[in-house]
């Protein structure tokens, strides 16, 4: 038997050892009871319906009779918290306590004279050893509970500065609030008489590790991803930038989810606009759950356009270089993918090892992209336009190699495309979600059966197979994944403009898609910047990147409020160290 | 907005729909590539027949694999149309096959010297209005017939057309670049002051023989120059290459003759005068000396160009003898003092009077085999 006295608190509560008087929902319960004892007795049919009835009626009766204790005379509202932990206890228990992680337990602060306190978290989200040794023991401990007895109102900050030492501890007074934050790992200890409940911060969740990037891999750059922990994601950051301009605002989306959302920017460089519109389109947001980074894609995206508007990335380096730029950077918890804001087209078309390595390199690099999106795109649908519609426009050995190789082909050339872009797809999807041993085999599978026996069976000419193997390393050299979807359909439509009009089919598509891109724009900056418009200095960073000293500029487009980023160094130090001279001297001393 | 979204939808539609007639969607393989076409006069004085070559599909096949038929098959087959014009010798032709007869693969066109003007008029402007030609293939005179020229086969190409095309483009693979395309030959039939030349393929056992042009003044077919002045004719048009000249008093010869040659005219007392200034370089070769002195190549040079301006005077009077004027003196004329050539009705009655001179410079640059 639980030894604390009930008979100080008033109101609704009932002097002990008498019986209970049952309230509606206890009658009707009682009701429902009688109605299935007598369906038993009357008919055979199931009544597996009136027992579910029943058991939730038993939980609302529970939920309306703790709720009822809070209904002291005085108090604010319901969703203030009495002071009264055996009220507390029963809330709780009554409500998210029924679920078998949620750990309630009572205990006594001080060694000598003892105050009732109640103490809650989940079992998994928090560390144990913080709950055992850092609050429960120290607070058992306690040699001065007396002040607490004297006055219980300011209990709370005598326990906050003297007892417990947990790190991060804040006060709460509101239900509502109390138990989102217990849902998210923290621990809520009520103290009998004091209204303030003490919200201790034990949060330990079970983490993955921090990794390698799987999707973004670099080869000299940084060898870090984000992990599911949101905390995790801004320590990475707050790594890289360790300037106090460096902001996390928190905001809550989802209510359901009450998922912890993050809004990062780099106060002084970041134009000011820009992060209240991200903010206020997140605001805007009214969804039950939120589970993923992309779902906030939509909203922050201007229109439902096939090419992605924000940049969505697993490396911590990325995000930390767009803040530096000015972009604002958005963290979901859960999700290992960070956002970053506004996004152009280049930028997708952007890594690591672009910045990692010389300018050279780097340049040679987002060229063979570039290369690689026209072959990957233009290489099918050439075929189909040049060997079906316009031949006269092939050299004449070209043609008759083409044409002796689709001898006995049953099908004209967009077949052969379809059958084997849609042979890639599926080997593609099927290969994706498999163990990394078995799509090897796989991929092994389908390049050599597949294609050796499709080729066989003369189904599709060779050139073909040479064409789509070069297409499909050309989409895929996007260094960001999402980039290369839009590709793959757009993939399609420009087939079918070649098939029904041959080049100038695929010229008139390549209009289509280049005017689409260029009416995009994404928080007030034009997808294809900085081509469109063209904005010369801002050249340096797109398919040629200049050497680090020549970009001195943040980028246009992103209206920084600091647009330079480097200052110019008028003379270069020390480019020719006198090496020898000091060499010299140095020997001279010797001797 | 839904208006303008209705009006996009049907620019597309419309578009799409409208150009439906600017295509025709059929695999190349499901085509007769017709590489080169003869026309030759038919046996009606009013009808020309058209021969239509294109390559085999065992050699298209074997093209594809890079392997030749190796059974002395020939790796060509043509289909013969005669009519009045070029769409009915066609019609009949592609009456004789099962596969689209299609010319937008055309690399050479291989007519007649027997061809009468207004037979080879009416083929010509035929060809020039069949749409997927690009007015690029080659054209060649053949003499008497154009189907002996393309039966004709070449150890060095599996079709005539790939032969013409290797050996066109090649500037270098010819002793004077005389390749004409279609286009080139259009363009002189209706520029007044100039005439149209052609080279022509001769056929021997081993291929063909290219190394006389034929001339031509409109369609009306003239004459052709021998070996020898066909290359003083590039010299005078700044076409040699590979042109050599033997020398007996140094026993000596002077190779790969190329350079430029700019022509110029003017009027002196109402008479028209044309110059050419010819500049050529070249490597002395095969010289008996042991050495070569300055005052010797000098010599040498003086007595080539001599020899050049000669040869190159000579074909100019031939041409002026049979009033045809291959040059374009008449054109360069018509550009330089367009007044007197306007005053001139007909410009070749005119081009036989004129007064030409040649001026040739060689400048020997190398010194090859010295013995």
Not at chain 1, 89 to 117: E, M
Not at chain 1, 377 to 399: F, N
Request: charged share 20%; proline share 6%; hydrophobic share 45%.
């Amino acid at each position: 038997m639980w030894p604390f006295s009930r008979k100080t608190h008033s109101g609704p509560r009932l002097a002990d050892n008498a019986t209970p008087e049952k309230g509606p929902a206890g009658r009707l319960m009682d009701n429902l009871k009688t109605a299935e004892q007598t369906l038993e007795d009357i008919t055979e049919i199931d009544h597996g319906l009136v027992k579910d009835l029943i058991t939730e009626t038993k939980t609302f009766s529970k939920r309306l009779e703790s709720l009822s204790q809070d209904l002291i005379p005085g108090h604010k509202s319901l969703d203030e918290f009495s002071g009264d932990i055996d009220g507390a206890y029963d809330r709780l228990k009554n409500t998210v306590g029924q679920s078998p992680d949620i750990i309630i337990r009572r205990f006594f602060i001080g060694h000598g004279p003892q105050v009732p306190a109640l103490l809650a978290f989940v079992d998994g989200l928090a560390d144990n050893q913080m709950i055992d040794q850092d609050t429960i023991a120290l607070m058992q401990r306690y040699q001065d509970a007396q002040v607490l007895i004297q006055s219980p109102q300011t209990a709370h900050q005598v326990i906050h500065d003297a007892v417990t030492s947990v790190g991060h501890a804040t006060v709460e007074t509101q239900w509502s609030k109390l138990v989102i934050d217990l849902m998210g790992g923290n621990t809520i200890v009520f103290i009998q008489g004091c209204p303030q409940v003490l919200v201790l911060d034990t949060v330990k969740y079970p983490a993955r590790a921090i990794s390698a990037p799987m999707t973004e891999r670099a080869v000299k750059g940084p060898q870090e991803a984000f992990n599911e922990v949101i905390l995790t994601q801004m320590n990475l950051i707050r790594r890289r930038i360790k300037s106090p301009n460096l902001h996390f605002d928190p905001v809550k989306i989802g209510q359901l989810s009450q998922t912890l959302v993050v809004v990062a920017h780099v106060e002084g460089v970041t134009n000011p606009e820009l992060v209240i519109a991200t903010k206020r389109r997140l605001a805007a947001i009214n969804i039950a759950n939120l589970e993923y980074s992309n779902t906030l894609a939509e909203s922050l995206s201007s229109s439902r356009s096939l090419f992605p508007q924000v940049r969505s990335t697993e490396r911590a380096d990325i995000v930390a270089r767009d803040l530096a730029l000015g972009k604002v950077a958005i963290m979901v918890d859960n999700t290992p993918y960070a956002i970053t804001v506004p996004a152009t087209f280049m930028d997708f078309y952007q890594t690591t090892d672009d910045y990692t390595a010389s300018f050279w390199e780097a340049s040679l690099e987002r060229l063979v992209r570039l290369l690689g999106l026209f072959v990957g795109l233009l290489l099918p649908p050439l075929y189909i336009a040049l060997s079906s519609v316009d031949p006269e426009l092939l050299p004449t050995k070209l043609v008759i190699t083409i044409a002796g190789s689709r001898v006995g082909i049953p099908f004209p050339p967009i077949f052969e495309v379809i059958i084997m872009w849609s042979i890639i797809e599926i080997l593609r999807e099927a290969a994706i979600r498999l163990p990394k041993g078995l799509s090897t085999t796989l991929g092994t599978i389908g390049a050599i059966v597949v294609g050796t026996a499709i080729v066989k069976a003369a189904l599709v000419s060779d050139i073909m197979i040479v064409i789509i193997t070069l297409t499909a390393l050309g989409l895929f050299t996007s260094p960001v994944y999402e980039m290369a979807v839009p590709w793959r359909i757009l993939f399609w439509f420009v087939i079918l403009a070649a098939y029904l009009l041959g080049i100038y089919g695929i010229i008139l598509s390549l209009i289509i898609i280049l005017a689409h891109l260029a009416s995009l724009e994404n928080f007030g900056v034009p997808y294809l910047s900085p081509f469109g418009p063209l904005r010369v200095r801002d050249l340096k960073d797109s398919w040629i990147r200049f050497p680090e000293a020549k970009m001195r500029h943040r980028p246009t487009y992103l209206r920084s409020v600091s647009p330079i980023q480097r200052s110019v160094q008028k003379e270069p130090p020390m480019v020719y160290p006198q090496l020898h001279q000091t060499q010299k001297e140095h020997f001279d001393d010797e001797t | 907005m839904k208006l303008k979204r209705w009006l996009q939808a049907f620019a597309v539609a419309a578009l799409t729909v409208g150009l439906t007639g600017c295509w025709g969607n059929r695999p190349v393989n499901d085509r007769i590539l017709v590489l080169c076409m003869g026309i030759d006069p038919a046996k009606s004085p009013q009808q020309f027949t058209v021969i239509f070559q294109a390559p085999t599909p065992s050699a298209v096949t074997n093209s594809s694999q890079g392997s030749s038929s190796g059974s002395g098959q020939s790796e060509v087959f043509a289909v013969k149309g005669t009519g009045r014009g070029l769409e009915a010798a066609f019609n009949e032709a592609q009456a004789q096959v099962s596969k689209d007869l299609y010319l937008g693969q055309l690399q050479l066109v291989v007519i007649s010297d027997k061809m009468k003007p207004e037979l080879l008029h009416r083929a010509i402007e035929s060809l020039r209005s069949i749409g997927p030609l690009d007015k690029t293939p080659y054209i060649v005179v053949a003499k008497n017939s154009a189907f002996k020229v393309l039966q004709q086969s070449s150890p060095q190409a599996k079709f005539p057309s790939l032969y013409f095309i290797s050996l066109f483009g090649c500037v270098s693979c010819q002793t004077d670049a005389i390749g004409v395309r279609f286009w080139q030959y259009l363009v002189r039939l209706t520029t007044s002051g100039v005439d149209p030349f052609l080279p022509v393929a001769l056929p021997f056992s081993q291929g063909y023989r290219v190394d006389q042009v034929a001339l031509y003044r409109g369609y009306q077919y003239v004459t052709t120059l021998d070996p020898v002045q066909t290359m003083n004719f590039g010299i005078l048009e700044g076409l040699s290459h590979k042109v050599s000249l033997f020398l007996p008093r140094w026993q000596a010869t002077i190779a790969f003759l190329t350079g430029p040659s700019r022509l110029t005219t003017q009027v002196v007392d109402g008479h028209v005068q044309a110059r050419f200034n010819v500049r050529l370089t070249a490597t002395l070769q095969g010289i008996s000396s042991s050495s070569v002195t300055p005052i010797e190549l000098s010599q040498i040079s003086q007595r080539a160009s001599e020899i050049i301006a000669q040869r190159c005077t000579a074909v100019i009077r031939q041409t002026q003898h049979d009033d045809v004027d291959p040059f374009g003196i008449g054109r360069m004329l018509s550009w330089q003092h367009p007044n007197t050539f306007h005053r001139f009705a007909d410009w070749h009655k005119e081009y036989p009077k004129i007064h030409v001179i040649v001026h040739c410079v060689v400048k020997i640059t190398s010194v090859g085999t010295v013995s």
